[in-house]
Structures are given as structure tokens and as C-alpha cells.
């Protein structure tokens, strides 16, 4: 496919055949040179041809291939006139990251990180079909899908500053559990306070250098400082909202007379009766999931609390930011100079806002949004900050973590022979897992390098490096 390079860190598929606007991807020469990913680009084109998108179809460096929309995929439609697509969202509804730092420093938990990676992965229940200590009533899991990560904090299960350190504050007000179906509800009942499977995992890491002093400092980061990073989403509960969402727009765009180039951009209007039925169905997924992730990490401080035989004073664990990176927002954006409604789908993307945002809470709104960035178990990870370009260029978004290379059949075959934990524990980094084939299929050769996705968001400007972070210890689901 014919890609143009309009700018250093961005590169063009023209505009042709039946698409809308053109698509754009977000990445540094040295990875246009060593990119084979036809199938990812022809899903940007395809993205460009639906109704209603606007500027271009998008995807970030850490772009590959996934169900309709690339991964790393970011869309803005008009609101008006525009669709909404379960495509662009995913099956993990609200999949997202959660950062907390604390007042220790690495010195203080290498002495007993073994006994707290155990601990960690004896008290967080990880894997296909975990059930966790939480277990809803009907009434109160439709609590959950309204309120979010509230409801957990209201239940002794965290602090009032996590919600305000969460996008959204841990809440999107649109949901309606009356539009869920049966299977979901039953999926979601015992799966709160669960970490999953894939590439979901809960991290023990260290700050190892920070880039922005200032930025540092106001999100509570410093060097050598001991951090928790959770990366999970909306279990089954979410991937049930997906999978009857697309099986009823397969049918549904049939009548809008939408020429799809695939079957798998099911879609329907976003004013329309579908449009909204999915987005309060999407809303309530994503608030399970922040309530998921608050559970996770209140989990977590007590754990950290009972293996170095601290109070909560002493250990200091107070929430960085909770970000999302499968979703679809309504927000306002400048397009051609004028403020418009849209609907922005950010599948493996992040929100990137900048400096004196308003959806940005008070403490970080002079500084800019945090984004957290994931790299593989065996590397690093990233705090960056929202900018203005990203604004203006992307619709306030950036990537997501460092993107897939190899499939997970791939990566087993490629891993056979090998002892993944042993690698890692010759870098200092424990690891627990749950599932046979879990870490070949998570090893860290799987995915792109996490420093040359983050050095080209930061050089295109979408996004500006704060803080890296160095894993220690890792649960993975």
C-alpha cells in the first residue's frame, strides 16, 4: 500500500477509491523502513471509508492488526452524522492502565520482593475464567455498571483521590444497565477485582530516570521510587458487550445501505437507536472496568502493607492516573477551525489532552493529562503528558504500549526451547503466571520497542516523556 511522508513522524495513505479522508500513521523512518504490516494499513484505509469520519483514519506507532479497526486505531466521527463501531473499540471494553506510586524506594522491597510477588499473585486472582473476592447481587452489579470505580471507593475498596485521578473520574454518566443482556450480567457477577488473561498483568517497578522535572513532580513520581502498574479491563462482562453488539449491527447496517469494505466495521449511526443502545451498553463495560481496576489496586496497597509491615502512612501509595485505551468518547474538537461534536473511537490508543483542558482533573490540569505507556515485562514502561499538538493533529491522542510483532502462535513457536521466566530473572525481574502457554506468548520478543514507539510520539509531539519505569516483579494473567 502507497505511503506518503507528509512530516517526520508521520506518513499518508493518500485518499482513494471509496474513501472519506485519508489515513495517517504515526511513526519515525526507522520504523516505516522495517514495517510489514500490510493487513494493519489496509485497516486504516478501510476505517476512512465509513460515514461521517473526519480529518483521517489514524494509527499510532504501536499500530497491528485486530478485529475491523487496526490496533493503535484512532477515529473521530461527527456526532450528527457519523457511526459509532464496536470495531473501534474492541472486546475488551475500557482495557486501560493504572499507575501508583509510593513513598518507598527500591532498596527498601528488593530485600522481600519475592515474598511480595507472591503475595501479589496468591491475593489477585489472574487468568481464563478467574473469579474474584467480590461477588455481586444483581442489584448491586447494575450499581457497579452506573457508578464505576465510585462505587467501589464508596465501599471502603480505595480513596476518594483515585476517582479524581481517573479519567472520567472513573465514571461515564451514559450508561444504562437495562441495555446489557443476561449473559453479560451473569459474565460480570463474579469477575470484579479480577487481573485476567493475555496481556494483562499487575507490575512492581522502580523509576529509573525522569525526563520532565516539573511533570514529575506534580504526579508524585521521583527517582529510584517504587510504583505499581496495572493493566486489565472489563472481563467477560465487557467482551459479552462486544460480541452481542456486533451480532446485532451485522444485521443492522445491512439496512443503512453502507457499502462496508469488511463485515467486521459493523456499525450504526451514533444518534440512531442502535448507536445509543451500544454506547450505554459500551459505558457501562467501561465503568466495570474502572471499578475492576479500582479493587485491583486497593488489593494491591493492602498486600504491599501486610508483606513489609507498613501502614498506610508509611507506604505512601497514592494513585498517579487511570487511563483507557479501548473506547469511544464524545468530546468537542477543532476540525477545519471550527468546534465540533464528535465521536472519537481510540482502539489501543490514549487520550492525550493538554495543558488547561477541562476533562483534566485540578491537580494535573496546569501540567497536562498523564499517560501511562506499557512496555513488555522484560523492559520498560513510560509516563509521558498530554500536549497541544496531539490536540490539533490527532484528536488528543497518542499510543497505547509497544504493539504486537509477533502473533501468539508465533511467539510460542519462536519460544520453544526457551525458559522466558529464567531470561527475565537473569534481569533482576520476577515473574508469576498463570496458563501454560502465558509467558512464551507475552515474551518480551513479541513486541515492538517500547523506547522507539515512545521516541516517536514524543518526536511527532502527541505526547512528552516524563518518567521511565523498570519492571521488578510481574503477575500475568
Request: glycine residues 8%; charged residues 20%; aromatic residues 6%.
Given at each position: 500500500m502507497e505511503l506518503k511522508k507528509i512530516s517526520p513522524y508521520c506518513y499518508e495513505i493518500p485518499k482513494s477509491g471509496s474513501m472519506n479522508v485519508p489515513g495517517r500513521i504515526f511513526m519515525s523512518s526507522r520504523m516505516a523502513d522495517g514495517l510489514h504490516q500490510e493487513e494493519a494499513l489496509k485497516q486504516v484505509a478501510n476505517v476512512a471509508t465509513l460515514p461521517g469520519i473526519l480529518k483521517a483514519a489514524m494509527a499510532m506507532p504501536d499500530m497491528h492488526w485486530g478485529y475491523g479497526f487496526p490496533i493503535g486505531g484512532v477515529a473521530a466521527f461527527d456526532w450528527d452524522t457519523?457511526?459509532?463501531?464496536?470495531g473501534g473499540v474492541g472486546y475488551d471494553i475500557n482495557c486501560g492502565v493504572r499507575l501508583a506510586g509510593t513513598g518507598l524506594e527500591e532498596k527498601a522491597v528488593r530485600p522481600v520482593l519475592d515474598r511480595l510477588v507472591q503475595a501479589l499473585y496468591q491475593n489477585i486472582p489472574s487468568g481464563v475464567g478467574s473469579t474474584g473476592s467480590v461477588k455481586l447481587s444483581a442489584k448491586e452489579e447494575m450499581k457497579v455498571l452506573r457508578e464505576g470505580g465510585r462505587w467501589a471507593v464508596r465501599h471502603g475498596l480505595g480513596e476518594p483521590a483515585d476517582v479524581e485521578h481517573t479519567e472520567d473520574g472513573g465514571c461515564m454518566t451514559e450508561a444504562d444497565p437495562s441495555v446489557i443482556s443476561k449473559r453479560a450480567i451473569e459474565r460480570g457477577a463474579k469477575q470484579l477485582g479480577t487481573l485476567g488473561s493475555g496481556n494483562h498483568f499487575l507490575e512492581v517497578g522502580v523509576v529509573d530516570e525522569i525526563f520532565d522535572e516539573t511533570a514529575a513532580r506534580t504526579f508524585g513520581l521521583f527517582?529510584?521510587?517504587?510504583?505499581?502498574?496495572?493493566?486489565?479491563?472489563?472481563?467477560?462482562l465487557g467482551y459479552q458487550v462486544c460480541d452481542d453488539s456486533l451480532a446485532f449491527m451485522a444485521r443492522h447496517v445491512k439496512t443503512l445501505g453502507i457499502q462496508l469494505p469488511d463485515r467486521q466495521l459493523a456499525c450504526a449511526m451514533i444518534r440512531s437507536e442502535a448507536g445509543r443502545?451500544?454506547?450505554?451498553?459500551?459505558?457501562?463495560a467501561a465503568n466495570y472496568a474502572w471499578a475492576n481496576r479500582q479493587i485491583l489496586l486497593h488489593r494491591a496497597r493492602e498486600t504491599f502493607q501486610q508483606v513489609l509491615g507498613i501502614g498506610p502512612?508509611?507506604?505512601?501509595m497514592h494513585q498517579v492516573y487511570d487511563i483507557?485505551?479501548?473506547?469511544?468518547?464524545?468530546?468537542?474538537?477543532?476540525?477545519?477551525?471550527k468546534l465540533r461534536t464528535v465521536c472519537v473511537h481510540r482502539k489501543g490508543a490514549t487520550r492525550a489532552f493538554p495543558p488547561g483542558h477541562p476533562a483534566i482533573c485540578e491537580a494535573y490540569r496546569q501540567t497536562g493529562q498523564p499517560i501511562l505507556i506499557p512496555g513488555d515485562m522484560g523492559t520498560a514502561s513510560y509516563v509521558m503528558v498530554g500536549t497541544q499538538?496531539?490536540?490539533?493533529?490527532?484528536?488528543?491522542?497518542?499510543c497505547h504500549g509497544a504493539g504486537r510483532v509477533l502473533s501468539r502462535?508465533?511467539?510460542k513457536k519462536q519460544s520453544k526451547g526457551r525458559a522466558i521466566h529464567r531470561e527475565l530473572a537473569d534481569k533482576g525481574i520476577l515473574v508469576k503466571w498463570t496458563g501454560r502457554s502465558t509467558l512464551a506468548e507475552e515474551m518480551p520478543d513479541a513486541y515492538k520497542d517500547i523506547d522507539v514507539v515512545v521516541d516517536a510520539v514524543h518526536g511527532a509531539g502527541l505526547s512528552k516523556k516524563v518518567a521511565r519505569l523498570r519492571p521488578m516483579g510481574v503477575i500475568k494473567g
Open positions: 457519523g457511526v459509532i463501531s464496536p527517582h529510584n521510587q517504587v510504583t505499581v502498574m496495572l493493566h486489565s479491563g472489563s472481563r467477560g443502545r451500544y454506547f450505554a451498553a459500551m459505558a457501562c502512612r508509611d507506604l505512601a483507557c485505551h479501548n473506547i469511544a468518547k464524545r468530546e468537542e474538537h477543532t476540525v477545519d477551525g499538538t496531539a490536540m490539533d493533529e490527532s484528536f488528543g491522542s497518542t502462535t508465533a511467539a
